[in-house]
């Protein structure tokens, strides 16, 4: 098998869509789930620490073993109403236990997750740096739907992405060892200094520390060569659908905008084509 997908590039596209939709259904009880895991454990932390012991709290369903139901009525999801994207056309998007609307966010996880696998197994090939480009793809997707359904970024994500980046430098897979350890610290501290010179300059948060580590974790994978090129996009992209969310989609200006999406779109682009980018500019403006 592995022959035939190093001989056959279209069979591991095809193999990583595949392989992209079944991770994809995972991804979306990871973004449903996590955070409730999360909550639950800042409580019993809360608890233990004012004296009054561990809570009596169910814990909630981990992200393994706990069966998936419908959150309207509690059915519970059978094997074959769990096929990722099939499942959701066969049932006319509806659950079968109640009938109410199945949130569009399942197949469009799904299928999001799928193209994206299969562009960097195109782009990558069979290969250590294509099989590492799949595992930052995946929680970039889980990480950009968490932020924006809860405005956060968890450590259980970010951290790990930071040191496997760095890890698969070791043999420099994607850049120097040198390059990505100051990638780490540049894209943390960057960003670090943004947030605290906008809270000296104006007295509020601009951003939350999840995307710190998220930027330092993109710099621990491309290197601190490729930060400058991802601020620049994640900048532009957040600032012209942030404005464009409060002049036509009536959004409060108040009320925070997620930032994460942002940078994770723009590392991933840096990833797959951030040396075309620069390449072309600089031909373009000359300098090339």
């Known amino acids: 098998m592995i022959e035939a997908l190093q001989a056959y590039p279209s069979l591991w596209v095809a193999t990583a869509f595949v392989f992209g939709l079944m991770i994809g259904s995972f991804l979306n009880v990871v973004i449903l789930r996590l955070p409730r895991l999360m909550e639950h454990e800042w409580r019993q932390q809360a608890a233990e620490f004012s004296g009054q012991g561990q809570l009596p709290l169910d814990p909630p369903p981990d992200l393994v073993f706990s069966r998936s139901c419908c959150p309207q009525c509690g059915h519970q999801i059978t094997a074959f109403e769990n096929i990722p994207l099939f499942s959701y056309l066969w049932l006319g998007g509806k659950c079968s236990g109640c009938g109410r609307r199945i949130s569009f966010q399942y197949p469009l996880v799904e299928f999001v997750t799928a193209v994206l696998s299969a562009i960097v197994a195109y782009h990558f ?6 099989a590492g480009a799949l595992v930052m793809t995946w929680s970039l997707v889980a990480l950009s739907v968490i932020d924006i359904r809860e405005q956060l970024l968890p450590d259980a994500i970010t951290l790990p992405l930071l040191w496997i980046g760095l890890l698969l430098n070791v043999g420099a897979v994607y850049t120097e060892l040198s390059s990505a350890v100051i990638g780490a610290a540049l894209g943390y501290l960057s960003l670090w200094l943004v947030y605290h010179g906008f809270k000296l300059l104006t007295g509020k948060e601009g951003m939350g520390y999840g995307d710190f580590k998220l930027l330092a974790a993109f710099g621990a994978w491309l290197g601190w060569q490729s930060l ?27 009320i925070p905008i997620p930032f994460g999406p942002y940078i994770a779109a723009a590392g991933w682009i840096s990833m797959i084509w951030g040396e075309q980018i620069i390449g072309t500019y600089l031909r373009v403006s000359g300098l090339g």
């Open 228 to 254: 400058p090129l991802i601020i620049l996009l994640s900048s532009l992209v957040g600032g012209v659908v942030g404005v464009g969310m409060i002049l036509l989609g009536g959004k409060d200006r108040n």
């Open 125 to 130: 090939g069979f290969t250590l740096a294509a």
